[in-house]
């Protein structure tokens, strides 16, 4: 019988869990496998970590780990990753956006012999045009600057214990994980689905949390962005050897440049442009170092639980249990 981790990032999804525990328990209820729920409460400001406490007493093989304060998403997988023991470990949201009916699905494929087995969406959803423009353009980057991630990937997937043990090399404080698990290669599956709406209706993915979170993937895991700033450099070197070489065949020719200024002025323009550019890039790149250098941990643990134990005595992990509700 094998054992599977099923790891949920959660931030203020006190409203969420409860139908999100019910879907997931009746999914697995009639499984072979044995099933451990770990959650980890991203520094919610809402009743999470209580609403995690109450819903999780009915189910033996229910973990929960509580962030000092909100580091992120990806400190949350990264959290859950590290503290899971078991054969196989599955990462989902507890928005049911990741459908808790594909988890046979996708254990099926991975007792198959994929050792990744990753969930793509057929379509994005309802969601607002800002969110859905940017998320397209996020990809068609990541696709141009041939970053190793499927496009529509999810971070819906479920890794091997073989893998999960490569991934815990990374020793980077930032992380990508959709193109960490990806770049690791190994055998992978896809299992395609369609997204549903949000339980409680509203997602907390803003047009700037988005961008940043954009830009710091694409930093933390590529140095293609800084290859680009190297071609632009060379694309501004071209555009001036040719209009001096123009200016010095007027020069020559006697003939009067026409509306000179203008030129000199968009020309100023398109270098400033491209040198404000470039530093951007360089500057995020650096930002990137500063936080590595500093070593800093990837996130801070302030609770734990476990509903076989309790709160006390649980600085250290389990092995996976049996999810099934307590007879």
């Given amino acids: 019988m094998s054992s599977i981790a099923i790891v949920v990032p959660a931030f203020n999804e006190a409203k969420t869990l409860r139908p999100f525990f019910d879907a997931l328990a009746a999914v697995v209820a009639p499984l072979p496998d044995q099933f451990e729920l770990l959650v980890v409460d991203d520094g919610s400001s809402d009743r999470t970590w209580e609403e995690i406490q109450r819903l999780a007493s009915p189910y033996l093989a229910v973990r929960a780990i ?52 990753q969930a793509i969406k057929t379509n994005r959803g309802p969601e607002n045009l800002v969110y859905s423009a940017f998320s397209r353009l996020f990809y ?28 815990r ?19 992978t599956a896809r299992v395609p689905f369609e997204v549903p709406p949000r339980s409680d209706g509203r997602s907390r993915w803003t047009g700037l949390r988005l961008f940043r979170y954009a830009l710091r993937s ?4 590529t140095s293609a962005p800084l290859h680009l700033v190297t071609v632009l450099g060379l694309v501004v070197l071209l555009c001036a050897v040719v209009l001096g070489t ?59 639980y476990d509903a076989a134990v309790g709160p006390a005595n649980t600085r250290q992990g389990s092995a996976a249990r049996d999810m099934r509700p307590k007879s």
């Fill in 169 to 187: 090399r990374f020793r980077e404080t930032g992380l990508f994980f959709r193109g960490m698990s990806a770049w690791l290669g190994f055998a």
């Fill in 66 to 117: 509580r962030f000092s304060r909100n580091f992120g998403k990806e400190a949350a997988i990264a959290a859950g990753l590290e503290s899971a023991h078991a054969d196989a470990v599955m990462v989902m949201d507890a928005d049911l956006q990741h459908p808790p009916g594909l988890v046979p699905e996708i254990v099926e494929q991975w007792h198959r012999g994929a050792a990744i087995v």
């Fill in 246 to 304: 123009r200016a010095l065949i007027l020069k020559i020719s006697g003939e009067v440049p026409i509306d000179g200024v203008t030129t000199i002025i968009l020309l100023i323009l398109f270098i400033g442009s491209c040198l404000m550019l470039g530093l951007g890039v360089i500057g995020e790149y650096v930002a990137r170092i500063y936080d590595e250098v500093k070593g800093r941990p990837r996130y801070i643990v302030q609770d734990r």
């Fill in 140 to 167: 068609g980057v990541l696709r141009r600057l041939d970053v190793t991630s499927a496009e529509n990937a999810t971070d819906f997937c479920l890794l091997d214990a073989e893998v999960l043990q490569e991934w």
């Fill in 218 to 221: 694409l930093t933390a895991f």
